[in-house]
């Protein structure tokens, strides 16, 4: 099982900033079986980036994916508070499907 | 437009089978490609994906839960249904189905998600 490992834990930032969300497989993904997703309290996830890099559809292009293999960026160029919330990368290399354990962003 | 959305019980005793409905429309399983997906998350913790059915009924399981899981469709009805036999507390979480588009595994549109406690 492929193992991911989302880093930090918790990102606290102001409205306006630059986020930068770091996401790492125990093995190689490829370059094409990476997606992010965005989760507010209570709702259900979102789909933001599949493909490692191809925005979802209505996904505004302040959110940007990189990465290849092991390593992995989740890029949001400038925070609206509506961005804040829990992203979650997810590989799908391999079955089974797995998740990372979430990074927090929140407010400063 | 494509939506999801699952059905059940919201509470079920230890030892007890869990059986959730996902009721979808705006899409078709007898699609080439189409895939529906379980995926579940214990309270204020991470996703963890269950299993999932293709539209030529071939189906595909976590292997940590795959001696105890079956996920099974009924295309007429635009429903895939998941059965959790053995239910204990641990399985307290939010079940969702979500669908994979045709020909990719990553998860582009979700149900609204049920949360299934289980407790005596």
């Known amino acids: 099982e492929i193992v991911l490992t989302q880093a930090p834990g918790t990102l606290s930032l102001s409205p306006g900033e630059r986020a930068t969300l770091s996401c790492r497989a125990s093995q190689s993904v490829d370059s094409s079986y990476l997606a992010w997703y965005q989760q507010k309290a209570g709702q259900s996830p979102r789909l933001l980036i599949h493909d490692t890099s191809s925005r979802a559809t209505g996904i505004p292009d302040r959110f940007s994916g990189s990465g290849s293999g092991t390593d992995f960026t989740l890029t949001i160029s400038r925070l609206e508070p509506e961005d804040f919330a829990v992203y979650y990368c997810q590989q799908y290399r391999n079955s089974p499907y797995t998740f990372g354990q979430g990074t927090n962003l929140e407010i400063k | 437009q494509v939506t999801l959305k699952e059905s059940g019980p919201a509470l079920v005793k230890p030892a007890q089978t869990l059986t959730l409905t996902c009721t979808f429309s705006?899409?078709?399983?007898?699609?080439?490609?189409?895939?529906v997906n379980w995926i579940r998350q214990p309270p204020g913790k991470a996703l963890e994906w269950l299993g999932r059915i293709d539209w030529d009924d071939e189906t595909y399981y976590s292997p940590s839960l795959k001696t105890s899981l079956t996920i099974s469709k009924d295309t007429s009805k635009n429903q895939v249904v998941l059965t959790m036999p053995n239910m204990d507390p641990v399985d307290t979480a939010t079940y969702y189905c979500a669908r994979s588009p045709a020909g990719s595994r990553y998860f582009d549109y979700w149900g609204q998600g049920t949360l299934v406690t289980v407790s005596s």
């Open positions: 705006g899409f078709s399983l007898t699609t080439s490609g189409m895939r």
